[in-house]
């Protein structure tokens, strides 16, 4: 079956503008994950839903940052006057359930966001 | 809070060769997973293994196995047999309510 996809696959802005980014998870997956990487590090863990709901949005940074996940399969995730720092791959992933034992992850191939 | 580190910023391997590629964590919670993921150029995360804190045995997938020593709080991943496709970014990943990951070490399998 289709992995998770992520569009677009490069986003290219000015600052101060407004961006949305797509992720369309596995079909059945009840979970999914947003990440941001920036270069040389490793993935930085913003939000993730299980279901429709935010189930911990404790690594959204500020509030410029926000996901909607309204039918529990797409979400976007959107950022409100971008700044050249947020400047980054960010990446999707989604899970069969939550639950340790369930919470292998599936991820995207990312958007890279470039601020100017 | 919980932690990962990964000390290794980059490993060369001899081909067909064994490495171990470290990684240490630090959580309060009693219940957690560990996961290992790798990262080629490409840029997708591929998931590699996974171990459960409560998990007796250490966890093994093919070429990949996990040296899990909670005492030390440390979960290796051991490649063996390396391949000229294993080169690539690993991260090790700790997941309590949510994922925390590591900064990653890089392998290059050598000729």
């Known amino acids: 079956g289709a992995g998770v996809s992520q569009t677009p696959s490069n986003k290219v802005t000015e600052k101060g503008k407004y961006v949305e980014l797509r992720c369309d998870p596995i079909s059945g997956h009840t979970a999914l994950y947003w990440y941001r990487q920036s270069l040389g590090q490793g993935p930085e863990f913003l939000i993730y839903f299980q279901g429709t709901g935010a189930a911990d949005d404790s690594g959204l940074p500020n509030d410029r940052f926000f996901a909607v996940r309204p039918e529990g399969s797409v979400s976007t995730l959107k950022i409100q006057r971008t700044e050249r720092g947020d400047s980054a791959v960010y990446l999707c992933a989604s899970s069969l359930e939550t639950g340790l034992a369930g919470a292998t992850q599936y991820f995207g191939p990312g958007t890279r966001l470039t601020v100017l | 809070a919980q932690k990962i580190t990964q000390t290794q910023p980059g490993m060369f391997v001899q081909e067909k060769e064994a490495v171990t590629l470290d990684c240490t964590y630090d959580?309060?919670?009693?219940?957690?997973?560990l996961f290992w993921y790798k990262q080629p150029s490409s840029g997708e995360m591929i998931f590699l293994i996974y171990q459960g804190s409560y998990d007796q045995q250490n966890a093994t997938e093919g070429r990949y196995s996990l040296n899990f020593q909670k005492a030390r709080k440390s979960a290796n991943l051991v490649i063996s047999a390396s391949q000229l496709g294993d080169s690539a970014m690993y991260f090790c990943d700790i997941e309590t309510q949510t994922p925390t990951f590591g900064t990653g070490t890089s392998l290059t399998v050598i000729p």
């Open positions: 959580t309060s919670d009693p219940s957690y997973g």
